[in-house]
């Protein structure tokens, strides 16, 4: 099987008891059955504590539960009371694998790091190569998805990258340039032509107007909401600021994730509107930390992905005109 890496990949060590939002907070951890079942019998009092902390949540599965908002088995020093007992491996998939992510295309394979975890926003932040370290080969296996589909998908991924990158243009018209080069794969992957001239598109866009931001925000109010931290800062949200010097590492990192994921909906531009709201959010909350919390709240909530994927073509915050002002425009 071929295994794909991003370059920053094995630099990553968890931070731990150091940990400014450590994973082991916020949200409850799915604990696949294997893990449940040894849980079911470890012993002593270590395993009472464990089975306490276990419920079935709404879609029938067992997860860790929060109190107050953070695992009930980590210690004052913010360690897993699990893996200092047992060690790494004795911890369900979730918390043995995270912030490490897997793609499986059955004939390879693309790793990531979570953009949620910030030792791996760190990483992933500052990077400015895009490219895979790779491992093994290709394997040749019958896939359920469309082959051509992927193909087109790998093939326009890096000139996207190479957009977002270029830093001769200012970053909200390469953020504006992507939006504008997902229609036209769209539109190829439709049936049509592929035509994309970036300074042909550019001219064709009307003036950007001054739009106040206040949808978005208001957007991203009415989602699920995992931490008071992130409800607080929502609740003094203010307006748009300067972009982050970031914001191209962030928008890759988007593209790298989750472009080739459109093999499973035909439909790359909503993934580029996700990509740029966050671009956006990050104008709003800037800084390495809080690009990683919203991550974990938005980009890590199946429901609130759910919420934008419904958005993007209805939403008027989400319009091509309102993300393409919200781009462009630029304060006297
Ligand atoms: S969020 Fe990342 S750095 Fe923090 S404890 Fe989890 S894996 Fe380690």
Redesign the pocket.
Known sequence: MLERYPKYYRSFV???GD??????AGWDVLVDEETAARYAAMEGDLGRRVRASLRIDQDGDCVISMVAGKCPLLTQAGLCSVQLAHGHDALCRVCRE??RLRQDYETFVEHGLSL?????AALILNSTDDGWDEAGTLEAAAVEYDVDLLKRLQQTREPLLALLRDESRPVGESLALALLYAYAVQDAIDGEDFVFDPAQELAALPQPQKRDFTGMIDFHRKLEILTDRWAEKLSRAGGLGPWPKETRALAAYYVNRHWLQAISDRDPVWRIKQMLAACLMARVFPGADEIALYSKEVEHDSDNVDRIWEAADSDPAWSDLALLDWLRFKED
């Open positions: 968890c931070l731990a940990c400014t939002d450590t994973c082991c995270f912030p949620a975890c910030p030792a791996a």
